[in-house]
């Protein structure tokens, strides 16, 4: 059968059969078109360059090509066979060209991407901002009138290392380095921002694939770890106390670590130039197990759901938070200090876990070819601090960390928390050297292979804090009896369930709004099978971010939610006596016949749901509330 190969140099016929194999095929478009094998260039199936052949002992008729197939050569470095004895001085300026040309594409490819990428609105905002630091005027070296300016109080720009050494930043923020870059020459016109990438690159067709062969085109550069300038967040802070006291009250009521998802938003951090705060308003708890010692995550068939509330509320997972208390003195309260300098503020299994979390949430960038450059997701500690007090501590790890994590290249040692370790490269993998410098006992800088690698090279502090006026989102309740139970905590005992439900509505029944503005109500609101109001939790959570108590009334006079009522009337009548013989304390204006429902119980004329602990008539075969089957 004749292919039809089109290129830029016009369209050739190539000659094959079914049963050649690939790598005879590329051969023949080779001769065809005049190409060395070191020449760019590929042959796809799309004009795009989508979906390449690839040197390969398999037949043609594997790739269902057929009489008359038009197929694309893509040349980047077009090299002829008879331009091969070109003069040296001609090779190296031929080289030059296809260097420029491909920086040109680079940028161009740059350019395009940021056409597509959608940036967060703090990254927007802060882009169009000025930036610029203001200085007050000079009493000691500025001699001219209040409305002109010198080099002594004219503003500067808010990478200024001074002004960031004076302020005490180590690290200052994404959009200042943005700036910096932009301060050059070229203003900018050249910034790319490219992924590390520790992978080889895919398609090379001039070897055969790895572990057979390698080249420098496809092997990945050697890694130099080395302090991270910038930091993607500058701030975390918590909206009120009270939302870190909750997480704590897991590991003060069983003695066992706790893990959660910090749900907020991004805005301006002040005091930083064009810096970036993490604003948390609530703490999701996902399903897992605990111990004194560590957190195992569990599948959580719930995700989508609580991603879907936050969306409503104009939240997002912007961390993750874990505790890591021991006790020191109960009389006190005081708790173990044992994460400092002379041990490790984050260990190796942490790092990657972290890394892992931000690989999951980068950041919009319009400067990637990828649309995406590093991560705004951070990291909280809660433990023990100098004063064996409880403190919370903020990190996020670099991109370098993130490159090798999610590439499968750093793994945590056996006995030693503070040290990771760089795997090598196998018959499977292949792993790129990774060095960090250190100074040695003469005080030389020396270069060390990462076997292992201490993690504090890979760290980035991020400082964390609460308002000294809190005005949450979520007002903390009034009393702990009065809050309502936080998701997935069986293990204390506390469950959310639809007559918990009941008892906190009617315990705030004098204020709708104040009994559903709590994050876990909404949540319990939105994975609960038994309410019917999944559909409608927009605008109800609409109305918690606006504090708008007219629009949650109208809200409750929908047909959905007279539903919800009709079953909270049901349990509050004759199902009150029930939730006092499931345990519940249900709290209601009426009196509650307990006596009539033991006896009921005891006689056998009623039985109790094991799943909803619903009292149900004898006759019934399924549960009135739940509809699961009595065994």
């Avoid at 003195?329 to 931000?358: N, P, W």
């Avoid at 919009?364 to 007090?389: E, H, I, L, R, W």
């Avoid at 009548?573 to 939730?579: E, F, I, R, S, T």
């Amino acid at each position: 059968m004749i292919l039809r190969i089109e290129s830029s140099e016009g369209m050739k016929r190539v000659e094959v059969e079914q049963a050649d194999s690939i790598s005879s095929f590329i051969n023949k478009v080779q001769e065809a078109f005049q190409l060395e094998s070191s020449g760019k260039w590929s042959l796809c199936r799309t004009r795009d360059g989508m979906d390449p052949f690839y040197r390969s002992a398999d037949p043609l008729s594997k790739f269902n090509l057929r009489h008359g197939d038009r197929l694309f050569l893509s040349i980047v470095s077009p090299v002829k066979a008879d331009e091969a004895t070109a003069s040296q001085s001609g090779l190296a300026s031929s080289m030059a060209v296809t260097a420029a040309k491909t920086d040109l594409a680079m940028v161009a490819s740059s350019r395009d991407a940021a056409v597509s990428v959608k940036e967060d609105d703090i990254d927007i905002i802060l882009s169009k901002a000025n930036g610029q630091i203001e200085r007050k005027r000079d009493a000691q070296f500025c001699r001219h009138r209040d409305t002109a300016k010198c080099i002594h109080c004219i503003p500067i720009p808010p990478y200024d290392a001074e002004y960031l050494a004076k302020q005490e930043i180590k690290h200052m923020s994404f959009h200042s380095y943005i700036r910096k870059q932009h301060s050059g020459v070229d203003k900018g016109k050249f910034l790319f921002l490219e992924n590390l990438s520790c992978k080889l690159k895919p398609g090379c067709a001039e070897h055969p694939p790895w572990p057979q062969g390698i080249c420098t085109k496809c092997q990945p550069s050697a890694v130099t770890l080395k302090r991270q300038e910038y930091r993607h967040v500058d701030n975390i802070m918590f909206e009120d106390r009270s939302i870190i006291e909750g997480f704590l009250g897991f590991w003060r009521a069983s003695g066992k670590q706790r893990l959660g998802i910090l749900y907020g938003k991004y805005t301006e951090h002040k005091d930083v130039p064009l810096g970036i705060k993490a604003v948390v308003s609530a703490i999701y708890e996902p399903p897992q197990e605990n111990s004194p010692n560590d957190v195992r995550l569990l599948p959580d068939d719930n995700q989508d759901r609580i991603l879907q509330v936050g969306q409503h509320l104009g939240l997002r997972p912007v961390g993750w938070v874990f505790s890591d208390l021991a006790s020191e003195d109960h009389t006190k309260g005081t708790v173990k200090y044992f994460r400092h300098m002379d041990t490790y503020f984050l260990s190796a299994e942490e790092c990657i876990m972290a890394a892992d979390l931000q690989v999951r949430h980068p950041s919009p960038c319009k400067y990637s070819s990828s649309g995406y450059f590093g991560s705004k997701f951070a990291t909280v500690v809660v433990s023990g601090g100098a004063d064996n007090q409880v403190c919370m501590d903020g990190y996020q790890v670099t991109d370098q960390c993130m490159a090798l994590v999610r590439d499968d290249c750093f793994v945590p040692t056996v006995d030693a928390p503070e040290l990771g370790f760089i795997r090598e490269s196998t018959t499977e993998q292949y792993v790129p050297d990774v060095f960090y410098k250190r100074k040695d006992k003469y005080s030389s800088e020396v270069t060390k292979i990462a076997r292992p690698l201490p993690v504090e090279y890979l760290l980035v502090q991020v400082p964390v804090a609460a308002p000294v006026i809190p005005d949450p989102m979520f007002p903390p309740p009034s009393s702990s009896a009065a809050a309502f139970p936080i998701e997935n905590r069986e293990a204390l005992g506390e469950l959310q369930d639809f007559p918990t439900f009941c008892k906190h509505i009617r315990q705030n029944a004098s204020s709708f709004l104040s009994a559903v503005s709590n994050f876990h109500v909404l949540c319990f609101m939105a994975c609960c099978d038994v309410l019917p109001v999944r559909g409608m939790l927009g605008v109800l959570c609409e109305a918690v971010v606006r504090r708008d108590p007219a629009l949650a009334e109208q809200w409750c006079s929908s047909a959905e939610w007279a539903t919800v009522v009709h079953m909270m009337d049901a349990m509050s009548g004759d199902g009150m006596a029930d939730m006092q013989a499931a345990g519940h304390d249900a709290v209601d204006g009426g009196s509650v016949n307990t006596e009539s429902s033991s006896r009921n119980q005891e006689s056998g004329s009623v039985w109790q749901c094991q799943h909803c602990t619903f009292l149900n008539q004898r006759s019934s075969a399924a549960c009135e509330m739940c509809g699961l089957p009595q065994s």
